[in-house]
């Protein structure tokens, strides 16, 4: 391996791992609070693609339709919240992850029966398809972009997350929900933020989602779901950064192992990369990070 | 200032409280005082909202608390250190000292009285930027004192402070809290140091499955447990029963 293919490398596992990781971080950031792993989260990467499928297709600008598809993921987001998940906040566990499957398939199904069940094809603009060539490496111009959003999207929640009050009272929820509140913190307020930052992590994801497969399809978002609950749960359930760490981990293994993996088991990726969740579960079962737990002294 | 009737809360079909009714009045320190199951942090969990009662009412400062948020009680001015501190411990002392605050908007007075605090409770002050988490248990119950303070509280909650805190440290953390006097501040507290606490505060009700059996000015109940303990032997957490 030359120099070459290790800055292939961690371009391609940054690029990708980012992107795990804000869904990771969306995902967390409402489970630490509400303690509902927010399943139907895929079906609002999903309206974020359709939204920037057609604004892509008129006249406007490209950014334009980005900036679009971001705004329909939050307003998902938020709605979900308050006509699904509100309702049954206090029932328990169990009814509220019933009911995210029960929207996700909904709208999985609404997208098949009044879009298309079939792949739409999404215009992309030329920057996010050219590549730039330096010497032996290939730099795609998506890759790169991509790879400074989410850190910038990253950077911004920690300071958000850290320097205002509302950003600790965020935290201090998923410390402990019912101890924030008796201390002031309002329940509908930060429950409402999180969904609308998660919905904001979820647009993100859907622009460079969709620059990445070219189509949209009502499964579409299973996929970074799936691999973002799989993040959080090598990472730490409970713990934000354990998402983050989760998020670029399954970004690194996923690339790596089509890296190193012979031509033949290439298909069998997924399984490679299950089978090392598997073993890293095995050795943490409470994922990498679980700070909550091993702070606590008596 | 808080009145409470007739209060009743259960567990599904087990009842905590059974018509407890107590008053306090502004300036006083009041004790909560009976074994373990008697229903003592029920019953504050309950005035700070987080449980619901199932008969009776809140009144406090004229107005019906019986069915607030735990976020609108602490808005009338309430505040609870609870039980077992539920320090938030990836939180800094800081971060947990900023949101005991977080009911108030005047940002220069709540910096102010985090320095407050900090003087008052040195050890905060020392280890301002560390994880809340990282606290020893006397540390800790400091920080949830000091947290629920930070509301600027008309009327203190304490729900156990004592508990898991090493003996020697005990007899300080009484000081601290009597302290407090000097801050007008109301307090109700739930102890099972009875002896101690009795000597604290300025009237005690003993609660006993779930009612009040008997209440009155500290000393006389003091008095009362001397005799009880002479006849019956001494055992400081079983004294009440």
């Avoid at chain 1, 009911?99 to 298309?116: C, D, E, H, M």
């Avoid at chain 1, 989410?150 to 850290?162: E, M, N, P, Y």
């Avoid at chain 1, 969709?210 to 959080?232: D, H, K, N």
């Avoid at chain 2, 948020?69 to 947990?96: D, K, M």
């Amino acid at each position: 391996m030359n120099l070459t293919d290790v800055l292939q490398f961690l371009l391609s596992s940054l690029s990708l791992g980012g992107l795990y990781a804000l869904m990771a971080l969306g995902l967390s950031l409402v489970y630490g609070i509400l303690k509902l792993v927010n399943f139907a989260y895929g079906e609002v990467v999903l309206v974020g693609g359709y939204a920037l499928l057609v604004t892509a297709r008129g006249p406007l600008p490209w950014l334009i339709a980005a900036l679009a598809c971001v705004a329909f993921a939050v307003i998902i987001s938020v709605l979900l919240e308050r006509v699904a998940f509100r309702p049954v906040r206090n029932a328990s566990a169990n009814t509220m992850l019933i009911t995210s499957f029960a929207v996700s398939i909904l709208i999985q199904n609404a997208a098949r029966l009044f879009i298309s069940p079939r792949p739409q094809a999404v215009t992309l603009p030329s920057f996010f398809t050219r590549t730039i060539r330096i010497g032996d490496l290939f730099i795609s111009q998506r890759d790169v972009l991509s790879l400074i959003v989410s850190l910038i999207a990253l950077g911004t929640l920690v300071l958000f997350l850290r320097r205002t009050t509302i950003g600790i009272a965020m935290r201090a929820a998923a410390d402990d929900f019912t101890m924030s509140r008796v201390l002031g913190v309002r329940a509908n307020r930060v429950i409402a933020l999180a969904f609308v930052i998660s919905g904001l992590l979820a647009g993100i994801v859907a622009v460079f989602w969709v620059a990445r497969i070219g189509t949209i399809t009502p499964e579409m978002g299973l996929t970074p779901v799936l691999i973002a609950f799989v993040a959080i749960v090598v990472g730490g359930m409970d713990s934000l950064e354990g998402a983050v760490l989760g998020g670029y981990l399954i970004g690194f293994l996923t690339v790596g192992l089509q890296t190193v993996l012979p031509q033949a088991a290439l298909e069998f990726q997924q399984a490679f990369l299950f089978l090392i969740v598997i073993l890293v579960l095995l050795f943490k079962p409470d994922g990498l990070i679980s700070e909550r737990r091993s702070i606590e002294r008596v | 200032m808080l009145q409470v009737n007739n209060l009743h809360v259960s567990y599904g079909s087990i009842k905590a409280l059974q018509g407890v009714s107590i008053d306090v009045q502004p300036g006083e320190y009041v004790a909560l005082i009976g074994t373990n199951g008697a229903g003592k942090t029920t019953f504050l969990s309950t005035i700070a909202g987080v449980l619901k009662p199932s008969q009776g009412n809140i009144v406090f400062q004229g107005q019906d608390i019986t069915h607030y948020q735990p976020e609108q009680v602490v808005r009338q001015g309430i505040a609870l250190s609870p039980e077992g501190r539920r320090i938030f411990p990836t939180l800094s002392v800081r971060e947990n000292l900023r949101l005991g605050a977080v009911s108030r908007r005047d940002e220069k007075a709540i910096q102010a009285d985090i320095d407050e605090m900090c003087q008052r409770f040195t050890i905060l002050g020392e280890r301002l930027n560390q994880p809340g988490g990282t606290l020893s248990g006397g540390e800790q119950q400091q920080l949830a004192i000091a947290r629920a303070m930070m509301a600027r509280p008309s009327l203190l909650m304490l729900d156990e402070p004592s508990l898991g805190i090493a003996p020697i440290l005990v007899e300080q953390l009484f000081q601290m809290i009597d302290d407090l006097r000097q801050t007008g501040i109301t307090v109700l507290i739930v102890e099972q140091k009875v002896e101690r606490t009795l000597q604290l505060v300025d009237r005690a009700y003993l609660i006993q499955t779930g009612r009040v059996a008997k209440s009155g000015p500290a000393t006389d109940i003091l008095a009362e447990l001397d005799i009880a303990s002479a006849i019956f032997g001494d055992a400081e957490d079983a004294k009440p029963s």
